[in-house]
């Protein structure tokens, strides 16, 4: 079983940058995607970025593109979400979830860190 314990949200004006943590527990990672969701206020729950933990293949959300960065340090089994020029829209409960490869839903998540972004 994977825990997941994130940190590194906060407050930060529009325009500015955030680096989120997320710390994965477990045996092994080898066979698991780690992703990135975030659910605002009244809004679904939407996928960020995600990074498979084997070969560090990363994919983000168009809305996140060019802004937003994930990638993992193995020693640490850490991954971490680089924001830059975060927008207001980007306010939100950010999430760290682990997958098996194949599988369609996230099934461990962390705890969720806020982040918000002021105009």
């Known amino acids: 079983q994977v825990q997941l314990v994130e940190s590194g949200g906060g407050s930060v004006q529009a325009g500015g940058s955030l680096r989120l943590s997320c710390v994965a527990s477990?045996?092994?990672?080898?066979?698991?995607?780690i992703g990135w969701l975030r659910q605002a206020p009244g809004k679904e729950r939407e996928r960020v970025c995600s990074?498979?933990?084997?070969?560090?293949?990363?994919h983000c959300a168009d809305s996140v593109k060019g802004r937003f960065t994930i990638s993992r340090d193995d020693a640490k089994k850490t991954v971490y979400l680089q924001m830059y020029s975060v927008k207001p829209e980007d306010t939100a409960v950010y999430y760290c979830a682990a997958k098996l490869r194949g599988s369609a839903e996230y099934g461990r998540w962390g705890q969720g860190t806020q982040v918000t972004v002021s105009s």
């Open positions: 990074i498979t933990w084997s070969e560090s293949i990363t």
């Open positions: 477990a045996r092994t990672l080898t066979n698991y995607v």
